[in-house]
């Protein structure tokens, strides 16, 4: 075969790719159909066990220990008020994460990341109570153990592998074996029963590697789409961390919840109330980020939730560990507790406030700043061609078209071929050109193939979106809308 029928086998080849590109995270057939009926037997299998896990917790809740009646007594509730306001924080708790899981699952059920995605949040929502059940029931026990294996497993994999479903950086998917390996081992064992401060140790070690992923593919792997979906989910993980450290926070240092009288108990309920209501907010933010993530301005709301959230919390712990101290050195130097501690403390505060506020903010805008679109070089270069900024000349454009989309795209080689007495012809390379094309894009003006430029492979693993290829083909299509107008005002001046 020779050169020129080598270059238009290529062509063509790239061409067929284009038109019949991969399916991403597609299911289809057989997968499909054993996808949703896995899917609906665990959940509804997890929904029963939940349920029947909703009497022993509420038996346990209208039997508290005598610290709590008699905080109970003085606040006129009764043990079967208590009992129902849990109970129904509880419910609210598994339905918030029910229904988008549900949701997910009508709307995207054909697309396994969203599917995995939906049974995570299915997972999460129904598990936290079920203890309650086989403390009754010790012979559910694996079964309980099994399905919250299920949904810890799956938030850390969720963290590796959203958006696109690939495990991004590639080392997070041997983190992923070792992470189900250790989950199944230990689960049965129920080490935070027996090692709070281990259990805690070795789960904040995991769940910061899957942080890490996300800031990672954020920073460095994801495209425009997949950066305004990590906005999301970095929004629902941060508000529902700081929720939960605010909400624990005071207990950590006063041990509230522990305090007898009216105080313990109106603690105990608001923490439960904060909890839920801050976790929920995860389901919330991924619903979002799978099915409507341009329906607010995301960028606004993450930005000031990831200054003015760490920040409260922030503040909060140093006006409780300020205070502590102070008073600890007033009553060992004076031998009585003082107002002074509360003055200092606020000073402490005010001092400290704006430069904590400035790190935070500059901390926000050099990770999470929206990067540059990768077609804008395109547009720019569109809008100088119908500016008739230069001549027209058909190869001189679509060399400066492949250099400006493998800038953009920051692709690692490119290659422009022109169409010229019925063959392909390769006019123009950019970078490391192997023949190898993941997207081609045609230079076409009314069924009319002026050019090709075909695209390689993208730097640190990155692919393109079929919002890239739209968008590089709009860019296109103008350039050669431009290229014919002014061809036809050329032909009408001779």
Known sequence: MG???????????????EAHGGTG????????????????????????????????????????????????????????SYATIHIVLWVAYMLGFLVVALVIFRRKSNDWMALFVSFMLAMMGTTDIMDALVNVHPQW????????????????????????????????????????????????YAPERWSPLLWALSSLFWFSTGVFAQVYRYRRAANLTQRQQTKWVVFGLTAAFF?????TLPDAFFSLRHQP???GVLFGMGWTFIFVVSILLLPLSIGFSILRYRLWDIDLIINRTLVYVPLTATL??????????????????????????????TLILVSVFTPIRTTLQDNVDRHFKELADPV???????????????????????????????????????????????????????????????????????????????????????????????????????????????????????
Request: proline residues 4%; glycine residues 8%.
């Open 141 to 188: 026990g694996v079964a309980v153990d099994f399905l919250s294996a299920l949904a810890l497993i799956g938030l850390l994999l969720f963290l590796y592998v959203f958006p696109d479903g690939r495990f991004v950086p590639r080392w997070t998917g041997a983190l992923a074996v070792v992470w189900t390996i250790y989950v199944f081992v230990t689960t049965p």
């Open 243 to 247: 929720g939960f450290f605010g909400s």
């Open 376 to 494: 804008k070089p395109l547009r720019v270069f569109a809008e100088q061609v119908r500016s008739r900024i230069f001549l027209i000349d058909v190869e001189q454009i679509i060399h400066r078209l492949l250099d400006a989309a493998v800038e953009g795209f920051d692709a690692v080689g490119g290659a422009a071929y022109l169409r010229q007495r019925g063959e392909w012809q390769l006019v123009h390379t950019r970078g490391e050109w192997r023949g190898e094309a993941q997207v081609s894009v045609p230079l076409e003006s009314d069924g009319v193939w002026l050019g090709l430029i075909s695209l390689g492979e993208r730097r640190y693993d990155v692919e393109y979106a079929l919002r890239d290829r739209e968008a590089l083909r709009q860019v296109l299509d103008q350039i050669a809308q431009a290229i014919k107008r002014q061809q036809e005002v050329h032909i009408d001046t001779q």
């Open 3 to 17: 050169g020129a029928e080598r270059i238009s086998a290529a062509v063509e080849s790239a061409i067929d790719r």
């Open 25 to 80: 995270t597609r299911l289809q057939g057989r997968w499909l159909a054993v996808a949703r009926l896995a899917w609906i037997v665990i959940t509804l299998f997890a929904l029963a066990l939940f349920f029947a896990s909703v009497p022993p917790r509420y038996n346990e809740f209208s039997h508290p220990d005598a610290p709590v009646l008699v905080g109970l007594a003085r606040l006129g509730l009764s043990t079967i």
């Open 316 to 345: 909060a712990g140093l006006y409780s560990a300020s205070i502590t101290l102070l008073q600890q050195v007033f009553i060992a130097l004076t031998g009585n507790r003082s107002d002074a501690a509360v003055v200092l403390t």
């Open 261 to 263: 009288g009216p105080a």
